[in-house]
């Protein structure tokens, strides 16, 4: 595997500057390319798997933290507040606690359960050793995360169900875990509720896990403050363990936030919170991406798609109102001319672009193209329509192989 910092300061993804701070990279425009077909990937994916998107602020006051329990167990992680018209307002450390009060801004019944919110939305940790130059030790990170409040009997189903999801994502984005963790708590005084509490969640975890067949291992200590979860662990460059999914069953912050549903006895009922992410942060996640992958990412995440190279110059015009066909496909494209060196090294630095289409006097004289693969297999030249319908097909398919119009 490959070193995501080298990487990403060669094919020019995503960087740092002293000046803001370290653990505060910024994207690129080649390393913003990627996050944003990821995001828009995560929420069509949610948006089919029953989720509702919502937006919530990157800070609250003290007091909605130390509701949450954040502010007495998880202190450390967290910013130090900002004084503010006679208030104290922090950067969040998690969403959970604005979701809780989108849950309660009305009443809720037991037939909108199971309710999943989700967001990628900003937060915040108060690293003390950010690694300058990486994106897997960060102050500020943009979160895939979701909050499905439901009632007990759902949790389960919930569970499984988000545990699905980060499969069908895994397999989408040429990922895999090393091990299923079942985090629990350990011996410190920072976790919350009863020991019934706890083992009534971890119960219904490790059914989950083992209902879908996956095998786990135990992690003592790994556990959130108010909950046990699964840890989906992906192995970086060094062979380091990181997690990047989660899904948490948390029965206490909806007990803090007082949080309630109307069951069909009419009566009030208490909904369990399961906290699930597909894929963890952005900037874990596009590291762990760029490692896997070596910066030759599948072609629906490639920060370039398309690269025309033009054999001789009096060919850019073609070449040009190719490119900007692909554009208007939806497709991210560029002419790469004579001027960039020989049609051989130009091939050589367009090496990572899924595919290369190349233009010569025939091909332009038939109104045809001669795609190139990424992995050096060339295709048949073909109608350049055709060309660029088949990779904007298959890239809406989202796949970790390459289009081939001859399979
Ligand atoms: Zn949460």
């Known amino acids: 595997m490959h070193d995501h910092r080298r990487l990403g300061r060669e094919l020019e993804l995503f960087g740092t500057d002293p000046l803001v701070g370290t653990g505060l990279p910024y994207w690129l425009p080649a390393g913003a390319a990627v996050r944003h077909a990821l995001e828009e990937y995560l929420r069509e994916l949610e948006r089919r798997a029953g989720y509702q998107h919502v937006c919530s602020p990157v800070l609250g006051k003290r007091e909605l933290y130390e509701i949450s329990g954040h502010w007495s167990h998880y202190r450390d992680g967290m910013y130090p507040p900002m004084e503010l018209g006679g208030e104290q307002v922090v950067l969040r450390p998690s969403l959970c606690p604005h979701h809780a009060l989108v849950y309660r801004s009305r009443g809720r019944s037991y037939r909108e359960l199971p309710l999943r919110l989700a967001e990628l939305g900003g937060q915040y940790r108060a690293e003390l050793s950010g690694v300058l130059g990486g994106l897997t030790r960060v102050r500020a990170m943009q979160l895939n995360d979701a909050h499905i409040f439901c009632t007990p009997d759902q949790v389960a189903g919930e569970a499984r169900a988000a545990l699905q999801v980060i499969r069908q994502a895994y397999a989408a984005l040429g990922i895999e875990p090393v091990r299923y963790r079942l985090s629990l708590p350990g011996a410190s005084s920072k976790y919350v509720g009863s020991p019934q509490m706890w083992e009534r969640a971890a119960g219904l975890l490790a059914e989950v896990l083992t209902g879908a067949g996956l095998p786990y291992q135990a992690g003592r200590g790994e556990a959130a403050f108010y909950g046990p979860k699964i840890d989906v662990q992906v192995a970086d460059c060094s062979e380091r363990e990181a997690t990047l999914s989660t899904v948490q ?16 006895d009419r009566a009030r009922h208490r909904p369990v919170m399961v906290h699930r992410s597909i894929i963890g942060s952005m900037e874990r996640a596009v590291a762990h991406l760029i490692e896997r992958h070596g ?8 920060p370039e798609q398309l690269v025309v190279l033009p054999v001789t110059s009096a060919l850019i015009p ?3 109102s190719l490119a900007r066909q692909a554009v208007e496909l939806g497709l991210r494209a560029r002419v790469s001319g004579p001027e960039s060196g020989t ?10 672009v899924p595919y290369q289409a190349i233009i010569g006097d025939r091909e332009a004289a038939a109104g045809q193209v001669a795609l190139r693969l990424r992995d050096g297999r060339r295709l048949p030249a073909l109608p350049a329509a055709a060309a660029l319908a088949g990779i904007a097909a298959h890239i809406t398919a989202r796949r970790t192989e390459l289009w081939d119009a001859a399979a």
């Open 249 to 264: 069953v948390d029965f206490y912050q909806p007990e803090q936030f007082g949080l309630h549903y109307t069951g069909a």
């Open 295 to 302: 910066g030759a990412f599948p072609d629906w995440l490639a």
């Open 318 to 320: 073609p070449a040009a």
């Open 343 to 352: 049609l051989g090294s130009r091939i050589r630095s367009a090496r990572l």
